[in-house]
């Protein structure tokens, strides 16, 4: 499965917390992680988050931002109308991205377990995630007390 819910291992989030504790510190405790899924989404069973999502979250979520993405020219096309002069993208390693996603303060995921594994393992205060997480149905598995936004018209993309 997917594994975006904490049902499924609630009885063991310290353990995989101590898993996933990384080693150095990062700066970016300040920072709010984007997560932008492009690469193999687009489909009609995992559509892209569209701008106009991106542009809510970044409303209601404060920078700077870190903007993380499989594809960064993409990612850049759809935030960059709110960027400011502290925000920056990340574009390390898959591992080094899920580090300082772990480090960050608040999230804005996208439809991706990835970004969703993220915010939990920050155990971040604000977490603004897409409505629709895959297919024409509403996201119903997004839960969590830590989910304190989900943007109402997400509008991804079929």
Same mark, same amino acid.
């Given at each position: 499965?997917?594994?975006?819910?904490?049902?499924?291992?609630?009885?063991?989030?310290?353990?995989?917390?101590?898993?996933? !504790?990384?080693?150095?510190?990062?700066?970016?405790?300040?920072?709010? $992680?984007?997560?932008?899924?492009?690469?193999?989404?687009?489909?009609?069973?995992?559509?892209?988050?569209?701008?106009?999502?991106?542009?809510? $979250?970044?409303?209601?979520?404060?920078?700077?931002?870190?903007?993380?993405?499989?594809?960064?020219?993409?990612?850049?096309?759809?935030?960059?109308?709110?960027?400011?002069?502290?925000?920056?993208?990340?574009?390390? !390693? !898959?591992?080094?991205?899920?580090?300082?996603?772990?480090?960050?303060?608040?999230?804005?995921? $996208?439809?991706?377990?990835?970004?969703?594994?993220?915010?939990?393992?920050?155990?971040?205060?604000?977490?603004?995630?897409?409505?629709?997480?895959?297919?024409?149905? $509403?996201?119903?598995?997004?839960?969590?007390?830590? !989910?304190?936004?989900?943007?109402?018209?997400?509008?991804?993309?079929?």
């Amino acid at each position: 499965g997917h594994m975006q819910s904490e049902k499924y291992f609630a009885h063991c989030s310290d353990y995989i917390r101590h898993l996933f !504790t990384f080693r150095e510190a990062a700066k970016v405790n300040s920072y709010t $992680a984007i997560h932008v899924r492009c690469g193999d989404y687009g489909s009609d069973y995992h559509p892209i988050c569209t701008r106009d999502y991106y542009e809510q $979250a970044m409303r209601a979520v404060p920078g700077p931002y870190i903007i993380f993405s499989d594809d960064v020219e993409k990612a850049y096309d759809i935030v960059k109308p709110w960027l400011g002069a502290r925000d920056w993208f990340h574009t390390g !390693t !898959t591992y080094d991205a899920l580090y300082a996603m772990t480090e960050c303060r608040r999230h804005i995921i $996208a439809n991706s377990t990835f970004s969703w594994w993220g915010a939990w393992l920050a155990n971040s205060s604000q977490v603004v995630a897409p409505r629709q997480w895959f297919g024409p149905a $509403a996201c119903q598995f997004i839960a969590g007390s830590r !989910t304190t936004a989900m943007v109402r018209s997400c509008c991804c993309t079929p």
